[in-house]
């Protein structure tokens, strides 16, 4: 069973950063892709950002140029940073890893980013 386990989200202010930090249970984290979804009120989770075993990444469109994923596989870790943050990123943010095949995709238990206005 692995275990994911977000960190770093918070309150902060229209403008600010914030870098949020998974971390994986496995030790052979550095074989799989990671990705980071979010999910605001009232809207289905999406999508935001990924990054393969080999450090390519793709973002959705509207958060290139502010967000940043990366991967530290020494520490089993993924992280985002996020700068500029606008109101609209309020949302619960969680890390998944793609399994492969039929295997099961894990997800970790979210954590909570709040932009005032």
């Known amino acids: 069973q692995v275990q994911l386990v977000e960190s770093g989200g918070g309150l902060v202010q229209d403008g600010g950063s914030l870098r949020l930090s998974c971390a994986s249970s496995?030790?052979?984290?550095?074989?799989?892709?990671m990705g980071w979804y979010r999910q605001a009120p009232g809207h289905q989770r999406e999508w935001v950002a990924s990054i393969t075993s080999g450090g390519a990444t793709n973002y959705v469109d509207y958060v290139k140029g502010r967000f940043t994923i990366s991967r530290d596989d020494a520490k089993n870790t993924v992280y985002l940073q996020i700068n500029s943050l606008k109101p609209e990123d309020t949302a619960v943010y969680y890390c998944k890893k793609f399994s492969r095949g039929r295997a099961t995709d894990y997800w970790g238990q979210g954590t909570q980013v709040t932009v005032s206005s």
């Open positions: 496995e030790s052979t984290f550095s074989g799989y892709t």
